[in-house]
Every structure is written in C-alpha cells, then in structure tokens.
Nanobody, 115 residues
Framework: QVQLVESGGGLVQPGGSLRLSCAAS????????MSWHRQAPGKQREYVAS????????NYADSVKGRFTISRDNARNTMYLQMNSLKPEDTAVYYC????????WGQGTQVSVSS
C-alpha cells in the first residue's frame, strides 16, 4: 500500500523539543524528495522543510530555520523532523509529502506548544 504515516507529535512547553517521523511504504523511497508542511487552525497549509532523495540538499522556511532539522534514513524508509526551541506559533498539524507522479500526503500529526 502506497502511504505516508506521521508520528511523534504531542504537547510540549515553549522551548521544548519534539522529533517527528514519517514512515513511507509502497514506493521507492530513496528515489524521491520529501517535505514537511504544517497547517495551523484557521490558516492555510504551509511549507516547513524539504530534503532531496539522498539527503544532500535541505531547505527550510525562514520561520523554522536554525530551529528545525530535516533528515532521512533511506534504509528505514523514514524521514524525520527534529524540532527544537519550539514556540506557540509552531502549533499545527504537521504533514509529510512526496510526489510520485501524484502528490502523496500523510494523515498528519498534531503538535501543540503551550505552557
């Protein structure tokens, strides 16, 4: 089955950390670029970070640069998002995405940053 499954979300205090995972199946993970996106309540989904197929190149939205790190393990068919120094404005549902002839999204994982 072709799918992406996110995990690792939760409730964390401001300044805390979380690591999200995106497990891929049903396609050749090592051949595709991957990205993370997020959608806060009442807002449009926005780009967070992306990584090329072998992890050589990464890019970040200005809002997360220096705090978030995207990575991947092609042997495990998994992508990660390490989130440090979390802020309340990082609260959102986080989605992973890839394009395999069609756009594939995961179901999302909720991240809530609050004291």
């Amino acid at each position: 089955q072709v799918q992406l499954v996110e995990s690792g979300g939760g409730l964390v205090q401001p300044g805390g950390s979380l690591r999200l995972s995106c497990a891929a199946s049903g396609f050749t993970f090592s051949r595709t670029g991957m990205s993370w996106h997020r959608q806060a309540p009442g807002k449009q989904r926005e780009y967070v970070a992306s990584i090329t197929s072998f992890g050589i190149t990464t890019n970040y939205a200005d809002s997360v640069k220096g705090r978030f790190t995207i990575s991947r393990d092609n042997a495990r068919n998994t992508m990660y998002l390490q989130m440090n120094s979390l802020k309340p404005e990082d609260t959102a549902v986080y989605y992973c995405r890839t394009d395999i002839g069609r756009t594939l999204w995961g179901q999302g994982t909720q991240v809530s940053v609050s004291s």
